[in-house]
């Protein structure tokens, strides 16, 4: 079964207005009820820094807990991580770059300072996983390209920190299908990728991985999301859009393709605009004869 880790909780409604916690937990509440299973439902994050993730503990204490249901939050630093585990998420995520300036901008420190503070978040962690996701990884919009052996090398560090499983970040969609070939014969397909659709090529990298073995995908309802950090960022791979070409490919994931819409809908409404996913736009394919 692919592993779908619906992000759009936090990646897709930190750039939005914020939305009242209460929405955020119907939000997330109606993903479940489609059928997703791993869900990154808030950051611990300063407010003030990013406002729309502001009660991140509240949106964790008012969830439903259902047996198979994995909570994820992501943290920016230690004091994050103490926070997110006190509220009793069931992962925390961590980011770090491939790309020292992105790093910098991103959490102001440089790429070994974040390597240390993902030893101490392993450490504080013990048995609740920690995945470490790594931005920039088929490129960067300050260094330009970055060798696949040195993004792996980056994975490799992050390992041996504690971090016991790995993201691999299409941060501003510099991603093709060559390129995450490429990061895979350096990776292998034991890996999570987290894909962007800034030039449109998400769902056709998405597919190139699941060929390559693959089975662990970030998306975000109605295909929200980017990064304040990357000039010109687009949206995360839309759920419904991976969702639908799954389902046509016979590779199961548990998602109601059909709910999964409705969500997208209801995640358009919160936000008060039109999300940018391909297949709520057009519907899923018609296959009556014409």
């Known amino acids: 079964m692919v592993d779908i880790r619906e992000v759009g909780p936090r990646d897709g409604l930190q750039a939005e207005e914020p939305v009242p916690v209460a929405d955020r937990v119907r939000l997330i509440?109606?993903?479940?009820?489609?059928?997703?299973?791993?869900?990154?439902?808030?950051?611990?994050?300063?407010?003030?820094?990013?406002?729309?993730?502001?009660?991140?503990?509240?949106?964790?204490?008012?969830?439903?807990?259902?047996?198979?249901?994995?909570?994820?939050?992501?943290?920016?630093?230690?004091?994050?991580?103490?926070?997110?585990?006190?509220?009793?998420?069931?992962?925390?995520?961590?980011?770090?770059?491939?790309?020292?300036?992105?790093?910098?901008?991103?959490v102001r420190m440089t790429v070994d300072e974040s390597l240390a503070q993902v030893g101490e978040i392993c450490e504080l962690a013990g048995a609740v996983p920690v995945d470490a996701v790594v931005s920039c990884a088929f490129g960067s919009p300050y260094e330009g390209d970055i060798p696949p052996d040195d993004v792996a090398g980056l994975g490799d560090r992050l390992l041996s920190a504690g971090a016991t499983s790995l993201t691999y970040a299409d941060t501003t969609g510099m991603g093709t299908p060559r390129r995450v070939r490429d990061l895979l014969d350096s990776t292998g397909a034991s890996v999570g990728l987290h894909l962007h659709e800034t030039r449109g090529t998400?769902?056709?990298?998405?597919?190139?991985?699941?060929?390559?073995?693959?089975?662990?995908?970030?998306?975000?309802?109605?295909?929200?999301?980017?990064?304040?950090?990357?000039?010109?960022?687009?949206?995360?791979?839309?759920?419904?859009?991976?969702?639908?070409?799954?389902?046509?490919?016979?590779?199961?994931?548990?998602?109601?393709?059909?709910?999964?819409?409705?969500?997208?809908t209801l995640v358009a409404d919160l936000v008060g605009h039109a999300v940018p996913s391909k297949v709520a736009e057009a519907g899923p394919r018609d296959t009556r004869a014409n």
Do not use: W
Request: glycine share 10%; proline share 4%.
């Open 202 to 264: 998400a769902l056709v990298n998405a597919f190139t991985a699941l060929e390559a073995g693959v089975q662990r995908f970030d998306t975000s309802i109605g295909g929200l999301g980017g990064s304040p950090f990357a000039a010109g960022a687009a949206g995360n791979l839309a759920t419904e859009d991976l969702v639908h070409l799954l389902d046509d490919s016979g590779l199961e994931t548990g998602v109601d393709l059909e709910r999964l819409l409705a969500v997208s």
């Open 29 to 106: 509440t109606a993903l479940m009820d489609a059928g997703l299973r791993h869900i990154e439902v808030c950051s611990f994050v300063s407010p003030k820094a990013v406002p729309s993730m502001a009660g991140a503990a509240e949106v964790v204490a008012a969830l439903e807990r259902r047996p198979g249901v994995t909570f994820t939050a992501l943290v920016p630093n230690v004091k994050g991580a103490s926070m997110a585990l006190e509220a009793g998420v069931d992962e925390v995520t961590v980011t770090i770059s491939a790309s020292p300036t992105y790093n910098e901008k991103n």
